[in-house]
Each structure stands twice: as C-alpha cells, then as structure tokens.
C-alpha cells in the first residue's frame, strides 16, 4: 500500500507530465504545419506552459513530500526497488528545478537565444572572432549553472552539467572509456583509409522522390514495429522523435532526392528513440498508481536514448541481414533506380567509412572521434584550461590528431554545431556513450536470441523489440544507466565491444 | 491612461486567451493528425487545461476587479466606449462561469457524452424511443442552467440559453422576425417547386479527385485575401474553422470526388469565418494594453459569425460574377470535367433549391426553414409546452407545413443533429440569424461600395473584405449584434433583405 505522500508525488508528476505532453506537442506543430507568422505567440504559449511546470516542479511543498518519502522506510528500505528508485529520481529533478535561481535561469535562456543568432552567423561567415565573446558569457553563465548545483567531492564542475543528460555520469569514468577509444578507433580509421578495396557510392546516390522514399520509411516502421497508431512520421527540416502523451510518439524525417539513405538511416534513427518511448510503461501502474509522468515511466538518460536509435540505425540498419530483406522491398516502393544493385552494393555502400569534417554526416566509425573532440575541449573550458580564444586551434590541432585532416575553416571546425551557444555543454559525450551502451548491449542480446542475424535477414525484428522492451524500456529511470550496463551485460561499460562491431564488419568490407 | 485594475482584468484575459488557444490547437490536431490511440491522454490534456481556465474565469479576485471597474467612472461613464463595453462583457463572461454550480457543469459534461452515444445509436437505428429518456434528462439539466443564469423580467428561460451563443437576443425577438420570414419563404419555396425551368445538376457532379479541389480551395482562400502565412487549410471529417492565437487561424474542408462544390462551399463558410478571426484586433492594442484575449479582439457572437461565413458561401460564392472570375480558374485548376459547363450552367446549378430532409445538405433558401423548425420546438421544450415523448410528431407535422414534405424517418428528422444530445439548446437560431445579418449587411455593403458586383466578376474581394474588416470585424465585442446591425445598415435585423436577395436571384434563375 503506497503511502499517501507518494501518491501525492505520483499526481504532481503526472500532472506535469500532461503539460509537458502539450508543450510537445506545440513544439511538433511548430515544426510540422504551424503557419509562419503563428510563432511569436506559439512562443507565448510555450512559455505560459514552461512556467506551469515550473511552479509545480518547485512548489515547496513538493520538496516536503520527497523528504518524507526519503525516511519512509517502507519505500527505502530497498533502495533497489520501484519506489525507492522513484523517490531517487523526484529528489533528482526536484534539486534540477529549484538550484538554480530565476535570474540565472533567465539570463541563460536570454543569452542562449542571442548567442544562437550571433552564431547562425558566425557560421555562416565563419569567424570565430564574431562569436568568441557570446561563447565567453555562455561558458561563464554554464560555470556558474554547474556550481548552483554543486560539485561533488572529489569531481569536477563538468560533472554537474552532465548530471542533466547523463544522471550520475562523471567526467573522469568517460574519460576512461574514451581514451583507449580514441587510439584504436584512430588506428583503425587510418587503416580503413590505406585499403584497396573501397566499396563505390553509387547506391546511396540513385534519385528517389520524397514520396516513394516516405512510403519505404513507413514499410520499415511498421517493420520495426513502430505502432503507427500510437505514432506518425512527418517532415520537418531537423529530424526528432517527439514523445507527447503514452501512445503519441512522432518521428520527423527530411527527404533529399538524391541520397535516400539519409531519410532511410534518419528515420530509422528516430524510430529507436520513438521504440523506447512506446516501449516505457507510460500506461502502467504501480501499486494501483498510474506511472505516467514519473521516473518510473521516463528515460533513464540520453546515452540509453541514443544507445536505441544507434542500435536500429547501425547495428540492425547497416548490417548485411538487414539489406538482404530490405533490398527486394526497397526496389519495389522506391522503383528502379535500385534495379542495378545487390545486397552486397548496399551493404558495402553503408558502410563507407572515410574521415570529414562534419560531425552530422560522419559515419558510423569517425562520428565518435568527432565526439570526443568536442569532449575533450568543453571539459576543458569549463575546468578553466582552456581559453575560448584558443578553441580554433585547439579544435584544429585535435581534428587532425584524430582524424588525420587539416580543418579548412571554422565553419567546418569549431563553429558547425549549435550546442554551446545556447549553453548545451555536457551533452555531446552522450552521442558516443550511446554508440558504445548500443554495442555492448547487441553483443549481450547475440548471446541471448541465438539466431538474431537470421531473423533480421527475413525482416523479422519481434524477439529484438521484445528484448528491448523487457530488459531496457520496461524499467523507465529504475536504473542508473552504468547499473543498467551491468545488470545486462555483466559488465561494466567499455570500448571493446563498439570496436569488435566495427572491426568484425569493416575489415571484410575493405580487405584489410 | 487605464486604470490597474482594468490593466490586470485584461492581463487575466489575455492568460485565458492564451490557455485557450493551446486548448483550440489540442483540438485541431485531434481532429487532423492525432494518431487515433492518443485519444484517452488527449481527453486527459483538454481537461487539464480547461480547468485552468476555469480556475481563472472564476478567481473571486476578477469578480472584485471587474466590480471596481464598473463604478470607475472613467470607464464606465461613456457605455459605448471600448474600456466600458469590455467591462460590461468581462462581467457577462464571469457571469457565465461562475453562475453554474459545479456539480452541475460536471453533470451536463458527463449526461452529456453519454447521450451522444445514445443519439448515434438511435439515430442509425432511426428509434427516437432510444433516444427520448436522455434527450427528457439533457432537457431538465439544460433548464436547470437556464434557472442558474436567471431569467430576466419579462423574459423566458429560453433567454438564457440564448445568451451563451448571442449575447442580448430574445426569443421574442427571434420571432418577430422568424415569423413572417417562415411563411414567405414557405410560399416562394412552394413556387419554385412549380416552375418549369428547373437548372440542370449535372455541372455540380463533375468527378474531380481531392488534390485538385485543395489546390482549387487554397487558390480561392488566397483570392478572397485569407492570409494562408497566418493560417492553413486541412482535411477532416467534419470542417471548421479555429483560431488558436493572433496570427494562426486554421480551417478545414472534406472533399467528395462526385460533388465538387460541397468541399468547394465548405472551404469558402470557413474562410469567411477565418476571415473574421483574421480581421479581429488581435494583434491590437488599447491605450497601450494589448487586446489579444480581451473581449475587444474577440467575435460578437454566432450569428454575427455566421453571417461571415455564410456571406462568403452565399453573397459571393452563388453569385453570377463569381462564376465569371471563378471558372476560367477552375477549368484550368480542376481540370477537363469542368470543360463542358458555361457560367450560365454553373450558376444555376450551385442555386437549385428544393426541400430535402436534411439541415446540412440543404439550400440557401430552404436552410432556413429547417432552423426555424428547430427554433420552435426546442424553445416549446424549454418553457415546458411540449412533452420529449411529442417531438417526433411535432416535428413531423411542421416539417410537412413548413417544407410541404412528409418525413419517412426520425434518422431523417428530429433524430439528425447532434446538438441537442450535448445541451445544445439554443443554439440554431444563431444560423438563421446568420444568414439575415449577411443579406442586411450585403445591400449596404453594395449600396457603399458601387461597383461590387463587376469587383468580384474579376476576382478583386479586395473592398470587400476592407469593408467587413473595418466596420464588423475591428469591434471586436464592442458593439451587441443587434446594436451593430442599427448602426451599419440604419435598421434592425429584418427578414426583408433575405427575401429581396432570395427572390432577386431565383425568380430570373426559375423563370418565376
């Protein structure tokens, strides 16, 4: 029988979710059919639905409910259990909410939305001199976020910010994983580029119509078993998977006639993040307690959301299994500009792997050394061993140690992503930690569905999804995601299983 | 300058304003592209959100400002004044929400959904004992609502139902002006019914599939000056129009393959509504206060909506000079079913009038007879003249009077609206009303704008929509429907602008 302060938590929680549902959904529509001149007032609404949730994630009242719970020994005694893992998370999100003061909530948010259009055009001039200052006050307003949440002992200030995306991550622990990473991967890529045997491009360059290329994206949801009932695909500029009520999950995608596989991979991508939102227990309860809007119900972090969308682009997405059944399909709906290819054109196609500039259209080998790059340098601006001034050369000098090229601007250097200038910093490390929890987790479901690459090579995914489901989905934030590893995998997360996949898969494609 | 309190009223207003545009965009996308199984959690959002509008309608705080504003003499001094008409319209509002019990509104909400149920059952059934016990429970709540509004001196229950949807009209009123307008349209009816020279229907029967009507319908929208930057057009399966915020009014249509000119008219009705909420001062300010929200950028009521719509459908769209301008564009646009037709086919056929059973489906002259049906039963139903168990016959007895037809069938006679199963009563005289405003409105537009008819043969509405957006649309509330009427066409609402409009275009048309 849960006690009567818990239930309390469970409703304001819920009733925070249904706002949120609805800011989500002002955000989709924005992005999908709103017309043009509706935007200063979606902002109105935006912000009238921000600050409801705000009052009710920082009501005082709130807090005393979680200390209650917190010496509850019926809910703590197990601190492995739902509640207790529920009541862990209230605490987490309610320090979230009330640590930082108004003013620097605002200021960063007024900052963030200057500094982004100072940056629009920095990039697109690429100076960095233009966006040196903005990039300063941001750093400086980050700062000061990370040390209203405090430092733990012995931690860093980037700690605090990676608590927002990646709850119980430190600096140190990725730092761990990523060096050994970045040497390999390094070596590796540099082999790659050495190989005779490159496979050709010509298939992702057959032309294809947006329309032919949505009706194939919407075949391999359905496929996936994305509930489409529960969910839609739509076109927005920035692909995203939007969750916005227990079965409401949208995923956006963009077409370009001539490289249908950004559109095939892009949705692919968001439908693992839309598989893991369908998949939370959002119409569940608990002792009688509907779990929606409660950690219960949420995502544990951003490296497990990644680590789903990795997972179906990558890993099911670029595997010859999947092309084997996708192939005769993909000439059906898209039409015969993919009449001259085999599955294995396909196969090697997806699977280029060569160094560029551009983190977004980096494959799936050279992405997390453009990651770690930019790990390397926020971390160090934010301990204060960096000045924002020496980031282009900083940033140079590492692209080419990692990537073996020499950065021609900064356009196609430091000033490519939007991140920083509205204050993003501790985010960019999730990218590769879900590249790597995606990878670990494969190695351990292989074990576990004895003929997976069999079923995926007749398109069929249900003991997968299943898998997923049960082990990953079905816990919402029960778990810390280094737990979760563990608890999977038996072991604690690393870069040996990322760098088997690749490795087991590239070294036949490029004969090396 | 205002004073505080009134500035404060105003802010309440505009946060109300703001909630209920999120609540219209809820709404619009449950009606277009809501995946069907999100349906529970959006009955969970709409609820959310309507009761904090409720909380604030009914914060006893706007009661006492609203109080100090009306003995504030610097508003209240001048009654026509804009300050002193929002004053007068925030307490009507405030009236309106705080009046009903709780326990009531919950009552009619939930009797409500459920009779609705009960009408779709016996409608498709055509068993209106089915429907009878729940249309007796929604006739007793309905009154009980009317008794909490409070009847005026000299008035009738039915006043107060009227109130909701058009401020200030009397039942009374409504028949000094239904009344002889019934029996001359019944007599003129009954002589179109005689003539000889019927047009043909064949031009309205073209097959034409639905992406050239929507390409059809946006070239019409931009014509008539909808601003398609500020608003768009979507398919659903019962069309409306709905503002959700000042610079985003959307509409929607349906499209039938086999009957163009439905979907074609249906665009043009909501148009004409988008064209009033477009027109509105919502963007506005007053002495420095911004109007959005505020009973000064809000509509004056159905009927003065209505007529909006229903000029747009019927003035302009069933007019010769429209069909000049209009089938040059639409031979081209909706392709070659449309070749054989001159604009001689096509006006006759979009102004055939003859009785049918069904309200929606029916014509511009015969519509009317329809609502006044409705009016007098629903009226005799609320004063306690008339039994529920009595309607069917009633109905049957007058329809046959009025439309000289013989109903075979409740689903094709009391039985066919739904408005009745949810509490809406008094609601369908505002379409009558509507078309009357419209036929007024139209021959002073005409007498003041001198050349209209040759404008609109060449597609320029430019005039007209200045017109009715400087004179109906810029008031906002300020002005009583009745009231406008006086002061833009020098006369109260009267059936004989209707009947010089009808008998004008049918008699050369019917050869009568």
Known sequence: MPSAPFVELCQTARDIGTLNSVSSLLNWDQETYMPPAAADHRAEQASMLASLVHERRTNK?????????????????????????AVREFRRDFELATKLPGD????????????????????????????????????????KKADCYGVAKGGERYDALLNEYEPGATA??????????????????AE????????????????????????FGQFVLGAMGFDLKAGRLDVTTHPFCSEMGPSDVRLTTRYRDEKFTDALYGTMHEAGHGLYEQGLPKNGKLDGIPLFGTPLSNSISLGIHESQ??????????????????????????????????????YRAVNIV??????????????????????????????????????????????????????????????????????????????????LYAAQFWETIRGQVSDLDQQIARGDFKALKTWLNQNIHAHGKR?????????????????????????????PIYGI
């Open 61 to 85: 009242h709130v807090g005393d409910l979680i200390a209650t719970c917190e010496t509850d020994k019926s809910i703590v005694a197990d601190p492995s259990s739902a509640a207790a893992a």
């Open 104 to 143: 620097l909530v605002a200021e960063l948010a007024k900052v963030g939305s200057q500094a982004q259009e100072v940056w629009k055009d920095a990039r697109q001039k690429s100076d960095f001199k233009l966006f040196a200052p903005w990039l300063e006050k941001m750093i400086a307003l980050v700062r």
């Open 172 to 189: 140190r622990e990725i730092e761990t994983i990523f060096t050994p990473l970045r040497s390999r991967l390094a070596g590796f890529i």
């Open 192 to 215: 790659i580029a050495r190989s005779k045997n490159k496979p050709s491009d010509k298939p992702l360059h057959a032309k294809i119509e947006a329309d032919r290329q949505h009706k």
């Open 309 to 346: 969308s990795r997972m179906w682009e990558n890993l099911v997405g670029r595997s010859r299994g999947f092309w084997e059944w996708a192939l005769p399909h993909a000439k059906q709906i898209l039409g015969p500009a993919l009449e001259p290819f085999s599955v294995d054109d396909m």
């Open 354 to 435: 060569t160094p560029s500039y551009i983190r977004v259209e980096a494959d799936e080998a050279t992405y997390n050394l453009h990651v770690m790059l930019r790990f390397q340098i926020e971390r160090a601006l934010i301990a204060g061993d960096l000045e924002v001034a020496a980031v282009p050369s900083t940033w140079n000098k590492a692209f080419k140690d990692f990537l073996g090229l020499d950065v021609p601007d900064d356009r196609r250097g430091c000033l490519q992503d939007v991140h920083w200038s509205f204050g993003l910093v501790g985010y960019f490390p999730t990218y590769t930690l879900g590249n």
């Open 479 to 507: 778990y810390r995601a280094a737990d979760l590893c563990k608890m999977l995998t038996g072991a604690p997360l690393s870069a040996d299983p990322l760098m088997r996949h690749l490795e087991k898969k590239l070294r």
